[in-house]
């Protein structure tokens, strides 16, 4: 029902900024809520933030909040995470992920394949 493709992620020293965007496919993508998880090595995947269907509200772990940004454009089918203020604990596999119903932590619907962000020190 949903393809979602990540893109943007690269190298960046800490301190500084990337937005990622996750472009997805599908005919009720407005009707999903969508947000980001990552993987960092070693580690199990995490909750980062998530944004409803309505794009009105919106929910950040707290070792994001106040750094990062999600955002969605429906006319465009995408959900961008402004990142600013990176740290080295910040790299990981970025994850966009579509729910129907679920939001937060527990979303799992479906999922696009990853993009690499790495924070060097």
């Known amino acids: 029902q949903v393809q979602l493709v990540e893109s943007g992620g690269g190298l960046v020293q800490a301190g500084g900024s990337l937005r990622l965007s996750c472009a997805a496919s599908g005919r009720t993508f407005s009707g999903y809520n969508m947000g980001w998880f990552r993987q960092a090595p070693g580690k199990e995947r995490e909750f980062v933030a998530v944004i409803r269907w309505s794009g009105g509200s919106t929910y950040y772990a707290d070792s994001v909040k106040g750094r990062f940004t999600i955002s969605r454009d429906n006319a465009k089918n995408t959900v961008y995470l402004q990142m600013n203020s990176l740290k080295p604990e910040d790299t990981a596999v970025y994850y966009c992920?579509?729910?129907?119903?679920?939001?937060?932590?527990?979303?799992?619907?479906?999922w696009g394949q990853g993009t690499q962000v790495t924070v060097s020190s």
């Open positions: 992920v579509a729910d129907r119903n679920s939001y937060g932590s527990r979303m799992g619907n479906y």
